[in-house]
């Protein structure tokens, strides 16, 4: 058996005498450039030897490597235990916690995904005018130049600048000072006139008649042409026209970003991002959420419909006449006020809440109260129904509203965001561009459907863009992670992850061992903390820890390849082996207490009603992305908290929480 100095620091990392923790001065030898996984009992070490030692020696040797200037900066970073480790490269560690709280943080920033997305829409991004739907081009000296280059060869043409008064000075003075510029001839009334006869004149409009030539196909025309074009639009302050002498007909050039009387902004990569001021929405500061009147709080209970009082301020008698004056007028719009709130259209809920010639709509009465915010119980009734909602003016895309005129294959960029990532990821596998635009976007496409493919490899195909990072739970935060390391593409790094299989199903993680696999082959060295048998199995290298936990582990009792590891006589072999198996005990429990949660709609939820046990322990499984934690963490546990009067989070979209409330005691 080799010595622990027989190994070569080139194929190995070598760990002598480490002794922090439970750890009993261990030494160990890890083969570089493989998929490395420790396991054993809860509490063994096995988080201590990965992440305390051999992470945080890693770390702490490629802070040392820096300048004296950098570290000041940085804190000073203990050196763990350990007598030495050789073989040792700068190291990453993936861990299971929310390490960014910034609400301005999302998982497109995080993947930096996002960042691509603003340079796609910033090249070759098109803007349309909200009003004829039409796209807003922008003329150049060029685009002058082609469009004479498709008529007829020798057509007479005369090149126009539209001359513009000044009100408040002599009109004849100002013809003067233009014929002391060198123009001598104007276009008035599509005739041509010598600018000396119309020196006495009143006149309110006319064209400088900047050049008059003859069209001719040869590289000296186009030259002077481009240079007279120039000219036309300074004159013309970036408007000029081409007469066509031979048709009497005229077409019209700008250089301005402009359309049915709307200037429109030029994209650029600060125009989509809601991080800049220049790019964020103007009412929530690029957050996508504000302060204001919460529509949940004010129907709280979407499975009422309009008929049944479903709006709870409208209940009283202070109030009854808006609910009366929207009764007796839906049949002017057609409003269906039989129909439960969940089951209406986005149009419906829209007209609801902003009204229309026949009744004041929620906004309205709120802004009537708000008018007379100087009564207390005014106030009052405020401060019940506000709450963080979504942005009235972005909709929770958190850009200023100009970004969604551009689009790129009838899509705006917040159209993107709000898309799964595995539906964006169809979208731009399929996506039609022309040859130029292809070419301007060819390495900004490759990074965002490489991006977005180990995303969806990692199980999180189900996430949008514009999913806020404080809101994935620790499993989901570490999986991106991963994936951003593999977009990446950093060679010759430690990565350290820690149990990464967690929160996903079964089915998801043959495609996390591809993740792992991919990670390792690009040259890099991985590192796991797992329990999971698959993983294991799956693994270059097993080391178990141990043999119990806490002041019992701390110990390498086994190590090596599958095939070798199987043959240990240790807990954990036993048990992949087969050899031990856990005995399900079959039993029938009654249940006599319940909570009930029914219309649970957030996210992907489809109006489920679901029946929880009490005095039981109750488990929800499914596949990743189904839909377990919306239900537990974003419906069921704030919603509980609130039958508790503690109000932390708001709840997801449900109808109604009953049951035996009187049998529990609090919520953890």
């Known amino acids: 058996m080799k ?117 796609f829409y910033s090249r070759i991004g098109k803007t349309f005018s909200p009003i004829s739907g039409k796209e807003v081009k922008k003329d150049t000296t060029e685009s002058v130049v082609d469009h004479i280059k498709l008529t007829k060869s020798k057509d007479k043409y005369l090149l ?73 639009f300074y004159e013309g302050k970036g408007n000029c026209s081409l007469f066509n002498l031979n048709n009497n007909k005229r077409v019209n050039f700008s250089n301005k970003f402009e359309l049915d009387g709307i200037n429109f902004l030029n994209p650029n990569i600060h125009f989509f991002n809601f991080n800049n001021p220049y790019g964020a929405c103007k009412k929530c500061g690029g957050y996508g959420d504000i302060i204001d009147i919460d529509l949940d709080l004010v129907i709280p209970n979407k499975t009422l419909s309009i008929y049944d009082h479903a709006i709870v301020p409208w209940r009283g008698n202070s109030f009854n006449k808006y609910y009366k004056k929207l009764i007796d007028n839906s049949n002017k719009f057609n409003f269906p006020i039989h129909k439960p709130i969940h089951k209406l259209k986005n149009d419906q809920i829209e007209t609801l809440w902003e009204g229309n010639d026949h009744f004041i709509g929620i906004k309205g009465f709120f802004k009537k109260i708000e008018a007379k915010a100087y009564k207390i119980q005014n106030r009052v009734l405020l401060s019940r129904y506000r709450g963080k909602t979504k942005c009235t003016e972005c ?120 993740v792992l696999k991919r ?13 999971d048998e698959s993983i294991i199995k799956s693994s270059d290298h097993i080391i178990d820890i141990g043999p119990y936990a806490g002041s019992l582990g701390g110990k390498i009792i086994a190590y090596g390849k599958l095939k070798e590891f199987l043959k240990k006589e240790t807990l954990t072999s036993k048990y992949l082996s087969g050899n031990l198996k856990i005995l399900k005990k079959k039993q029938k429990n009654k249940y006599n207490t319940f909570i009930s949660l029914k219309g649970a709609r957030e996210n992907n939820l489809k109006n489920i009603n679901v029946i929880f046990p009490l005095e039981c322990l109750t488990v929800i499984t499914g596949i990743s992305g189904s839909g377990k934690t919306t239900l537990v963490k974003n419906i069921l546990y704030p919603a509980l908290l609130r039958k508790f009067n503690i109000y932390k989070k708001k709840p997801g979209d449900f109808s109604s929480l009953e049951g035996n409330f009187d049998e529990l005691k609090g919520v953890e």
């Open 519 to 531: 990670l390792r082959d690009l040259g890099n060295t991985i590192i796991v903390v797992e329990h």
């Open 160 to 232: 126009l600048a539209p001359f513009y008064f000044v009100k408040d000075k002599n009109t004849l003075n100002q013809i003067k000072i233009l014929k002391q510029q060198g123009y001598i001839r104007v276009f008035i009334k599509n005739k041509v006139i010598d600018i000396d006869n119309i020196i006495n004149q009143k006149i309110d409009q006319l064209d400088i008649v900047i050049d008059r030539f003859i069209y001719r196909k040869n590289s000296d025309f186009y030259k002077e042409l481009s240079d007279s074009v120039e000219i036309a």
């Open 3 to 119: 010595k622990i100095q027989d190994y070569d620091p080139k194929e190995y990392i070598i760990v002598k005498g480490a002794k922090l923790n439970n750890l009993k001065n261990i030494d160990i030898v890890i083969p570089r450039n493989k998929l490395t996984v420790f396991t054993g009992l809860s509490g063994s070490g096995k988080s201590t030897l990965a992440f305390d030692t051999i992470y945080a020696e890693g770390q702490r040797r490629y802070v040392e490597s820096l300048s004296s200037y950098v570290r000041q900066f940085m804190g000073r970073l203990n050196k763990p235990k350990v007598d030495y480790i050789k073989g040792l490269s700068p190291s990453i560690a993936i861990q299971q916690k929310i390490n960014n709280t910034n609400p301005r943080s999302t998982v497109g920033t995080k993947t930096e995904i996002y960042d691509y997305l603003k340079l």
């Open 395 to 514: 909709k929770g895309s958190r850009l200023r509203k100009e970004s969604n005129y551009v689009k790129i294959s009838n899509k705006t960029l917040s159209d993107l965001l709000n898309q799964s990532i595995s539906s964006l990821l169809n979208h731009f596998n399929s996506i039609k561009l022309s040859i130029n635009e292809k070419e301007i976007s060819k390495t900004l496409l490759i990074e965002i459907k490489n991006r977005l493919q180990y995303l969806k490899d990692v199980g999180l195909g189900y996430l949008t863009l514009n999913r806020k990072s404080n809101s994935l739970s620790g499993g989901e935060s570490q999986r991106i992670q991963l994936a951003a390391s593999l977009g990446s593409n950093l060679v010759g790094s430690i990565y350290v992850l820690d149990e990464p299989s967690v929160g996903l199903h079964s089915k998801d993680t043959e495609n996390l061992i591809k």
